[in-house]
């Protein structure tokens, strides 16, 4: 004779503590991504928008677009560039992507 099968495995439900263990799994997931992803990004836009409030006349720039050039006007959300003698463009502010000297500060090279 054959015994009785079990089909949805041990009897007296075995499997009760699945519903916590999901919910940690996944509370530690969010704390991974946050401290490796999130909480990166966010410094990241905090020293841009700190770096971006403190541009002054006579920083040498870089773009976002490769263009280098000396700033010589900052208005709320344009800057204008000298990018040649007598040579000037506007740019908006959220495309200085990099500080490249101080105004005031020589360079090392």
Do not use: C
């Amino acid at each position: 004779m054959i015994g009785t099968a079990y089909a949805m495995g041990m009897p007296g439900g075995v499997g009760a503590g699945g519903d916590w263990s999901f919910i940690i799994m996944m509370g530690v997931l969010f704390a991974i991504f946050y401290f490796l992803l999130i909480r990166p990004q966010m410094k990241q836009q905090k020293e841009h928008k700190d770096m971006l409030a403190n541009l002054i006349h006579g920083d040498l720039v870089m773009t976002s677009g490769g263009i280098q050039g000396k700033i010589t006007a900052v208005a709320d959300n344009v800057v204008t560039l000298e990018i040649a003698d007598k040579v000037r463009i506007k740019v908006g502010k959220s495309f200085i992507s990099t500080v490249l000297q101080k105004a005031g500060k020589e360079s090392k090279e």
